[in-house]
């Protein structure tokens, strides 16, 4: 078995098998420094001996090893170690036998769950869901986030240090706190592939492996939580995705959406995108994911530009600002309603987020503004918004996009 093989299939057992051993021994900080050492040791041992009969067990057995050796070495964890026997039956701290497949599903729903407890930051739900259910590495969260690994690996072990001081259980929440915290948990995916899908800083627009992670960890999401939302989201991720290869230029400028080549388009992520979202119209509320997904699909069927439905999408824009109101839902509405009602009604409506304190000075309203100021025809106010956004901007793909857009209004 190659390496690139086996840590793929690391990434997935990872959350499975940190699932097992928090919920047996209730100790996050301990048992993912297990479950890492065990994943080390896979690493090391597959690509040579070959793949076990059951992996999963294999890690589990492997981690629980670490774990007792780590009570047992340091004195200063005996005290827990005695908590857990007290609090557990004598069985429940022995290893499974290696042909026994632990269960799974449960484990990794009640873990994505206590990623995104209430008690931490957004900062620190994103960061602990990357690295103990992504499975990603504490250098590749940093990476992607333009951070020192120092500085990702103090966040990721403050939020450990608050789950632990919370007390938080390693359960499913009620049924009406699970449906309080699942909005929680579905923002915290999104916050994951946006950062992927439009990177907020640096030079690179796209960062693949976190748009791809949040797309497998909502995946799984939906497996293990049938939910409208849910489905929404997925569809939603998938649809905008489709567009990624088409969204930069040979230099890795970025193209905009009514340029981009369609034929470039992922029509598989497409079509299934399509089909999840209208499924889950059919049985559930309209909530914001599903209509955003609605309008993503709208988009995503049109074969030109020319070809949008914009009045289908001003309408579900007008859904979707009653469902989850809020200055981007705005923002993108301007957009449509320009291309339905010209572009002076869409500046009317942007005028309304100026005193908006979410998005004053924000680089995206700018944009926009310098967009529908260049249809209406005038230039100077134009170039005069691109070069705001471009300079409120971190991202250096968008600010060279926005500068050459102001250019070319200069030229003309």
Known sequence: ????????????????????????????????????????????????????????????????????DEWRSEHARRAREVAVAVRQPAYATVAPPADEEPPSGDDTLKLLFLC?????????????TLRAVGGLSTAEIARAYLVPEATMSQRIRRAKQRIEAAGARFTLPSPADRDERLGTVLRVLYLIFNEGYTASSGEALHRAELTGEAIRLTREMRRLLPDGEVAGLLALMLLTDA??????????????????????????AIAEGAALVT??????????????????????????????????????YRVLARVAP??????????????????RAGLALLATLDADDRTAGHHRLAAVRAHLLDLAGDRAGARAAYLAAARATTSLPERRYLEVRAARLADR
Not at 243 to 268: F, N, S
Not at 281 to 299: D, F, K, M
Not at 326 to 343: F, K, R, S, W
């Open 116 to 128: 995104c407890h209430p008690v931490l930051p957004v900062s620190g739900q994103v960061a602990l």
């Open 326 to 343: 809020n200055p981007m839902v705005t923002l993108n509405q301007a957009v449509a309603v320009a291309m339905v009602d010209g572009p």
């Open 279 to 316: 499924e889950a119209l059919t049985w559930s509320a309209p909530g914001p994911y599903q209509v955003q997904a609605a309008i993503a699909a709208v988009h995503a069927e049109a074969p030109t530009a020319e070809d949008t439905d914009w009045r289908q999408i001003v309408a579900l």
């Open 243 to 268: 567009h990624r290869a088409a969204r930069t230029g040979p230099d890795g400028e970025l193209v905009p959406l009514a340029e981009q080549d369609r034929t470039r388009w992922d029509r598989d």
């Open 1 to 68: 078995m190659t390496a690139p093989v086996v840590e793929d299939l690391l990434r997935t057992l990872a959350p499975q098998v940190l699932g097992v051993l928090v919920r047996r021994y209730g100790q996050f900080y301990a048992c993912e420094d297990a479950v890492q050492e065990a994943l080390l040791a896979a690493v090391v041992q597959w690509p040579e001996q070959g793949l076990p009969d059951h992996p999963r067990s294999w890690l589990v057995t492997v981690a629980t090893r670490r774990l007792t």
